[in-house]
Every structure is written in structure tokens, then in C-alpha cells.
């Protein structure tokens, strides 16, 4: 055991100089460390026992810091000091209690964590895998408007099935009042949902929550109805297959980047949407794939479009902002508005037809003038197939025959009948 030492005032231990451990007394154990122009206390003390290399049995030295002089006192390390023998007297080893102290603080520091802390931690851990730069944008954009005014500020470990509730039955304002975000935003409420849910995984990984995750649908489908349930069904006027080729001959006339977004969504079947956000990181312009990723989908899953030779030249063709990834921006920068293709089919004096028809135009031609599966035709349409076995295979195995789907269909779409064209109308009556 430590030799008990002189008892030094506060002066004396104030003139020690030389380097070295000093005993300053009144505590067994208890020394001021000096090295160089470095002054700290340390306390020396036995616990329990250790095997020395040649095998010997021998008690535990240890030295424990206490703190640098004189920020710590002389009083002040004396009282610790003294503490720390009431420890060891009671078989404690002040080392691993004060360890152990600091995982039980550090671990109730970051289960306070707010769900808005950990939705950001979680949108920076990932921003590098996410191959569209607008993803994270969209995550804090849909969070930071319905998420965040709800949930955003509690500590992610209290968030439980009530609280996610309160976030997807929110009220919101809607054309006819007021409705629950669910019924009324149905498919923006489902992404908050999947978003809710990978961020509570993400905070259970890092320690930050327990149990089961309360925004998982297994469990919300109890209280929530489906999304087919609840989605309304819009019927959009389509153009009839056999005017194709006379309307993109039209169209090929308008100039302006409207009109080149509109024949884009044509030739490739996509929605409005998906043509208006996309990006030159998407476009693939040697492999002749578009990929449009999982947060832009209307199903939430990533999706290849194949595109046809009409497609890639048409996209050649376009001029490149620079600033501006946008593949059809709009006049003043940015991405075009949902309005600037409807105003191309109103000067088209085409009012009556829909952006979204074309896909019904596109699903009639393929299905009663072609031979490819349907499942070929619905999956160039990103539509969900029921069948799960049907889905697997459509996924894996279908892309070099949407690849010949989409090339027929913009042959078709160059085709006009000889009956529309005045200059191709041959007469059968002979002269005379």
C-alpha cells in the first residue's frame, strides 16, 4: 500500500518544480505529476490482482488522472481522492466505474436525439449513395413540411405508432376543406411514411431507439387504409393510336423546350413528372438508358427506361445550360412547371387531350397492334404487376424486349397514313 506522506499545504505543493510524481499527503496515494511546464494530479491506487510474466501473483497498481493544476485544487483533488478509496473499500474499480459512467451519460446524451437530428444525420449518411442530387433535397422537403411541424423536435426514442399517425393524419387544406393528409395527399403521405420508417431503422442501428418500428406498414395497415383504397382514379383523355403519326408531325413543328419535353414523354411512355425533373445524370446517353431513380417513381422503385434511336437524337439535339441539369429546363432556369405541356397541346388547338394519355395511347397501341407480353408493356409503363413471381421476371429478365418495344413505337410514331397525306393520295380513275 501506498506510504502515507507528509500532509503539504496548498504553497508547498505551489513550489514543487522538479519533474516527477510528488506526494502531496492527506490522502494515501494522492500525487501531483509534473512534466516540464505540465502539472497534474494522479491517484495511485491497489485493486484486486494481476499475473506478472514469470507467473507471479501480485496486487493491481493502477494510477488514475484526476484533473490538470491548479484548475483542480489541492481540496479539490483530496476530496476526490477520498471518494475514490470509499469506491475501491467497497470492491469497485474507480477506472471502470468512471468508464462505465461515461458509456450510461453518453448513451442517455443520444437517446435525447430529436427525430429532426436524426433525419439529417440520416440524409447526410446517405447523400453519397443516392445517385440524383435532387433525393436528399426531397427528403427535407417533404420532412421539413409534414414530419418536422409534428414529430420534429421530440427525442427519437418516444416516437411510437400514435405519434407517426398524427404525422400522416394531419390535416391539410384541399380544393373541397379540409382532410387528413393520407386521404387527401395520399402518395405524398406514403413516401413520408417509407422516409419515417428508414430513419426509426437507422436510429435503432446507432443505439438511439428500441423495439419495433411504429411507421412500418405491417403495423399501420391496421389503422391506415391501403393507398388503392384511398387514391383517386383519374381517366385522362388519350389520343387515338391511329393519329399518332399526324400529331407528332405537328408536333415537331412547335419550337421551344416544352414541345421537345412533350415528344420525350411520347417516345418514351413516361410521365409528365418524370420527363419535367429529369437530369443529365439520369441519361445514358451510350448504353441508351434513361434512369429515373426511386424517389421520383409514382411506386417508389428505380426505373430503366430503354431509349430508341428517335429518343437519343432527340436528346443530342437539345442545348445544355450550364448551371442547370435539368434535360428540359425552363426559360428562366430550374425545372419546367406541370402547366408547360398542356399550354403545348392548348396552341396545338389540342386542348382536349391530356400529357398523361399518351400512356393510355402508347398501352392500346402496344397491346392491340403488337405482340409483346403484357408483362413487357406494363413494365415500360412502371406499372406494379400483382403477381410477385410475375414481377421478379419482368425486373430481370424483360429489358432487351422493352428495348425492342420502345423502338417500334417510335417507328410508329413517324408513320402517317397515306389517307392523312393529300400529297401521297393516288387516284385509281383513268383519264378520259
Same mark, same amino acid.
Given at each position: ?48 490482482? =494481476? ?53 450510461? $451519460? ?28 435532387? @433525393?436528399?433535397?426531397? &427528403? ?18 418516444? /416516437? ?21 393528409? &393520407?386521404? $387527401? ?49 383519374? @381517366? ?21 423546350? $416544352?414541345? =421537345? ?27 441508351? /438508358?434513361?434512369? /429515373?431513380?426511386?424517389? =421520383? ?5 428505380? @426505373? ?14 437539345? +442545348? ?52 409483346? +407480353? ?8 412502371? @406499372? ?43 387516284? /385509281?380513275?383513268? $383519264?378520259?
Amino acid at each position: 500500500m501506498s506510504k502515507r506522506a507528509k500532509e503539504l499545504s496548498a504553497l508547498a505543493v505551489s513550489k514543487i518544480k522538479n519533474d516527477g510524481l510528488h506526494a502531496v499527503g492527506g490522502i494515501p496515494g494522492l500525487y501531483i505529476q509534473i512534466t516540464e511546464n505540465s502539472r497534474s494530479w494522479i491517484f495511485r491506487f491497489y485493486i484486486g490482482t =494481476r499475473t506478472t510474466s514469470n507467473g507471479k501473483t501480485v496486487a493491481h497498481l493502477r494510477d488514475m488522472g484526476l484533473g490538470a493544476y491548479p484548475e483542480v485544487t489541492l481540496a479539490e483533488a483530496r476530496a476526490t481522492a477520498r471518494e475514490l478509496r470509499q469506491q475501491i473499500r467497497n470492491g469497485i474499480d474507480p477506472i471502470e466505474e468512471r468508464r462505465a459512467a461515461k458509456a450510461r $451519460a453518453k448513451l442517455e446524451s443520444v437517446k435525447t436525439k430529436t427525430f429532426q437530428e436524426c433525419a439529417e444525420a440520416f440524409i447526410v449518411a446517405n447523400r453519397t449513395g443516392w445517385k440524383n442530387a435532387k @433525393h436528399a433535397q426531397q &427528403w427535407g422537403n417533404t420532412l421539413s413540411m409534414y414530419a418536422y411541424p409534428v414529430i420534429g423536435g421530440l427525442p427519437v426514442a418516444e /416516437i411510437d405508432t400514435g405519434l407517426v399517425l398524427e404525422v400522416l393524419q394531419q390535416p391539410v387544406q384541399t380544393k373541397d376543406g379540409t382532410e387528413a393528409l &393520407w386521404n $387527401a395527399k395520399t402518395e405524398t403521405a406514403s413516401r413520408v411514411r417509407n422516409r419515417i420508417e428508414n430513419i426509426l431503422d437507422w436510429a435503432k442501428v446507432h443505439g438511439l431507439r428500441e423495439g419495433d418500428n411504429p411507421a412500418d406498414w405491417t403495423t399501420l395497415k391496421y389503422t391506415l387504409p391501403a393507398k388503392s383504397k384511398v387514391q383517386k382514379v383519374k @381517366h385522362f383523355t388519350a389520343l387515338p393510336y391511329s393519329e399518332m403519326g399526324v400529331f407528332m408531325a405537328d408536333l415537331r413543328k412547335r419550337e421551344g423546350m $416544352a414541345a =421537345r419535353a412533350l415528344e420525350f414523354a411520347i417516345l418514351t411512355a413516361a410521365r409528365s413528372g418524370e420527363v419535367r425533373g429529369a437530369t443529365w445524370y439520369e441519361i445514358d446517353l451510350t448504353a441508351k /438508358i434513361w434512369t /429515373i431513380p426511386a424517389d =421520383r417513381m409514382k411506386a417508389d422503385k428505380e @426505373h430503366f427506361v430503354p431509349l430508341s434511336a428517335v429518343a437519343i437524337r432527340l436528346l443530342e439535339s437539345l +442545348p445544355r445550360d450550364k448551371g442547370n441539369d435539368y434535360v428540359f429546363p425552363a426559360q428562366k432556369g430550374g425545372a419546367m412547371s406541370d402547366m408547360a405541356l398542356t399550354m403545348v397541346l392548348r396552341r396545338m388547338k389540342r386542348g382536349d387531350i391530356k400529357t398523361h394519355g399518351f400512356r393510355s395511347t402508347f398501352r392500346d397501341w402496344a397491346g392491340e397492334t403488337t405482340n409483346y +407480353p403484357r408483362e413487357v408493356i406494363e413494365h415500360a409503363l412502371s @406499372h406494379q404487376l400483382k403477381d410477385k413471381a410475375e414481377a421478379a421476371y419482368a425486373r430481370g429478365a424483360l429489358i432487351e424486349k422493352r428495348k425492342g418495344l420502345m423502338t417500334d413505337w417510335a417507328k410508329y410514331c413517324d408513320k402517317i397514313p397515306i389517307a392523312e397525306s393529300k400529297n401521297n393520295v393516288v387516284s /385509281i380513275r383513268r $383519264a378520259g
